[in-house]
């Protein structure tokens, strides 16, 4: 089966991809892409950084900070294992929505920002002056890079960071019996 002629589930679908390596991959994401949106996505994105009856929600592994939401009720903010939660008293019989908003490591997006081009005027690590559109304040050159620092810490190639939401999310039914003396 292809992405085109995929049956409709009326479930809303949205794809994330690993960033490609080389520009055959780069050429591969752009065709799958292509394929995909035949789903009718209601985002794709590739990623820079991007791990409850009482049912009991578990994330496999988010690496940094994982804020989690069911049926638009904030459950809280996971940063340290086990990452798990009680999502008991937001669940409800039929469909439910389960939102998880991960915050992505800051190198990841610096190193995303080093794909696209140039507008600072790098000269090795640093720069000899201050951007002009820095100093005017007018818009960026390059409207897809989204950070500015002072230092070039990072390069196109360098190697990402493992970060965001790694592994599967599962709800694990809990049965709980009180014990009676």
């Given at each position: 089966?292809?992405?085109?002629?995929?049956?409709?589930?009326?479930?809303?679908v949205?794809?994330?991809?690993?960033?490609?390596?080389?520009?055959?991959?780069?050429?591969?994401?752009?065709?799958?892409?292509?394929?995909?949106?035949?789903?009718?996505?209601?985002?794709?994105?590739?990623?820079?950084?991007?791990?409850?009856?009482?049912?009991?929600?578990?994330?496999?592994?988010?690496?940094?900070?994982?804020e989690?939401?069911?049926?638009g009720?904030?459950?809280?903010?996971?940063?340290?294992?086990?990452?798990?939660?009680?999502?008991?008293?937001?669940v409800?019989?039929?469909?439910?929505?389960?939102?998880?908003?991960?915050?992505?490591?800051?190198?990841?997006?610096?190193?995303?920002?080093?794909?696209?081009?140039?507008?600072?005027?790098?000269?090795?690590?640093?720069?000899?002056?201050?951007?002009?559109?820095?100093?005017?304040?007018?818009?960026?050159?390059?409207?897809?890079?989204?950070?500015?620092?002072?230092?070039?810490?990072?390069?196109?190639?360098?190697?990402?960071?493992?970060?965001?939401?790694?592994?599967?999310?599962?709800?694990?039914?809990?049965?709980?019996?009180r014990?009676?003396?």
């Amino acid at each position: 089966m292809t992405a085109a002629n995929a049956p409709s589930t009326g479930v809303p679908v949205s794809f994330e991809f690993f960033p490609p390596k080389t520009p055959e991959g780069a050429e591969k994401l752009r065709a799958v892409r292509q394929q995909l949106y035949a789903l009718r996505p209601e985002f794709c994105s590739v990623t820079y950084g991007a791990g409850g009856s009482t049912q009991e929600g578990t994330f496999g592994t988010v690496r940094e900070i994982a804020e989690v939401l069911v049926n638009g009720k904030n459950l809280g903010v996971l940063w340290w294992p086990p990452f798990r939660l009680d999502v008991t008293d937001a669940v409800r019989p039929g469909t439910n929505q389960l939102e998880v908003r991960v915050t992505n490591l800051w190198v990841n997006r610096l190193i995303g920002d080093e794909q696209v081009p140039d507008d600072v005027g790098w000269q090795g690590v640093t720069f000899s002056s201050w951007p002009e559109w820095l100093v005017k304040g007018t818009p960026r050159p390059e409207p897809r890079r989204k950070t500015f620092t002072t230092w070039r810490h990072n390069r196109a190639d360098s190697p990402l960071i493992p970060s965001g939401l790694i592994g599967p999310v599962v709800l694990h039914p809990v049965s709980v019996y009180r014990l009676q003396d």
